[in-house]
């Protein structure tokens, strides 16, 4: 016990060591004068200077949204232009603690522009001794000296910690980002001999694989000793990513190494109603999707209700005062797309991020017209399936319970009112800087598990630029969430990186990167089988394998390759008979 906790406690504070000789000097934004009147909401805590540079910051009620309990720090503002890089700096220790960690939490955002979607947002466990933190951050757009800004979120379980010696530091142009010290990024679970982990490979050996039981006949008669290879080419487990429509179409790289990497497939906005409305945008998603399907995808439908005014019509907006008129709407919408995309679809996501887009729920006075969804689905084509989707459910370091009981809740009652509609649940795991630890998630897929449904890793990302880190972060996360019975899927919200870096299957170069490290290493090799065996006096094979779709290949007795596939189904526990002519 004592050895765990010496991890954990190693796992969660070391810290870089940088020498102060090499630490370089930048201009401290911080309003130094101002610093003193800091306060944050008073309904969820308060901050007390214990002197100008000292500060007891204390939660007393938890919110329901962390960013309800928030100091913004006064800067000396300016103009900032894209790729320069900060460094927030500050001591802490917690005081008191209600986390099972027993730390306290601090969420560091950076304001780039009014748009909350430029954000970049760090969260720091504190520990229960005062250490140094080193946040560096770089700027990715350009920023206006009004738009800069850095605050601080306490909104988290109740807690109180010291904070003291606060510096916000621009470094001149030309300064990199690895040039600056950081707190190291770890999590519980991540040492080579984490038991978690061998007890996920071993489920993984019997959920994941079945036996391998393949008879060879020519003209009915056995094909004794031949060495035949056998390889797997197509995982029957939906490991998949999202693309635009207009890259399926225009970007015919990003599609061809999109198609190496995937099985499966969901469009990002292109299903959403604020593209579908639009005629033109409709008719490229249908090529897309004629595209996709001709290729062997069914695609994922991205996302029928997301009932929030941002991800809804000006039309609905407009009409918010008459709850008929926006159920018409709303229904209208259900009945066209799944018209259009019948047959082409595998499953939908029905409704999205319900928690914190109510807007629909408040216009209409119930959450009916989100049933709907599901009725409306199953009524034109029983046999797609139906889930729902969140975020904030595993990420943040798997913590927030009270959003996973509500989420637990919803998905309960959607199910009750419409007698079993609904077919799963999707967890979308955008990662912050604070990593789940892998046992945690473990935990979380169990507590969904109990509702009897699927479970859709929907929205992999990670934040973290480590690429040490993200690569082994990726591969933990694929195993635990690989070897759970329940889950159905595992999409990553994207493929190629972008200007947020949120998915690096690929580098823009179409190179691997970091997250695509780990990801192939484990389609490609750990969870890949491939092998060549003599049939016995029976023409038979036997092994085992993973699920999917298998090539066999062999010399046959006049020099000619002999090929052919075949499927291993769970379901299937017969011998496959191959028959050559």
Known sequence: MKKNLLLIYLSIFSIFSFSQEKLLKGKNLINSNQLKFLKTNSEFGKINAINNTTFEVITTVQPKFIFNSASAIPLHKEAVGSGRVFLFSFMAKTTKASLETGEAKLNILFKQSKSYKNNIVSTQSISSNWKKYYIPIQSDIQISKNDLGLVLHFGFRPQTFLIKDLKFELYDKGVQLSQLPKTEITYTGMEADANWRKEALKRIESIRKGSINVQFTKNGKPIVGKNVSIELIKHSFPFGGAISARQVIENPIAYQNFKKAFNHVVLENDLKIKSWQWEKKRTRTLQAIEILNNDGYLVKGH???????????????????????????????????????????????????????????????????????????????????????????????????????????????????????????????????????????????????????????????????????????????????????????FIFWGCVKDERNKVDIYNQDFTVGAMGKAYFSLINKDWKTQFTQQTNQKGILKNRGFYGTYKYSFTNSEGDIVSGTFFLNPKNKNTIHIDLK
């Open 303 to 489: 996302v029928l209700i997301w009932p929030g005014f941002n991800y809804l019509t000006k039309e609905i907006k407009k009409n918010k005062s008459n709850p008929k008129k926006v159920t018409k709407i709303i229904h209208n919408h259900l009945e066209n797309i799944l018209e259009a995309t019948n047959g082409k679809v595998s499953h939908w996501d029905v409704v999205n991020e319900a928690y914190t887009n109510k807007d629909l729920q408040k216009i209409t006075g119930s959450e009916e017209i989100l049933f709907d969804g599901f009725r409306i689905l199953k009524k034109k084509n029983p046999k797609i399936g139906a889930f729902t989707n969140e975020y904030g459910i595993i990420s943040k370091g798997g913590l927030d319970t009270r959003k996973q009981q509500w989420y637990y809740n919803f998905v309960k009652r959607i199910d009750s009112v419409t007698n079993g509609l609904i077919n799963g649940i999707g967890l979308q795991s955008h990662i912050g800087s604070d990593l789940t630890p892998p046992q945690k998630v473990l935990e979380i897929l169990g507590f969904y598990a109990t509702l009897g449904k699927q479970i859709s890793i929907s929205e992999f990302t990670m934040d973290i630029q480590d690429a040490a880190i993200r690569e082994q972060y990726t591969r933990d996360f694929m195993i635990a969430a690989f070897s759970h019975p329940n889950v159905s899927e």
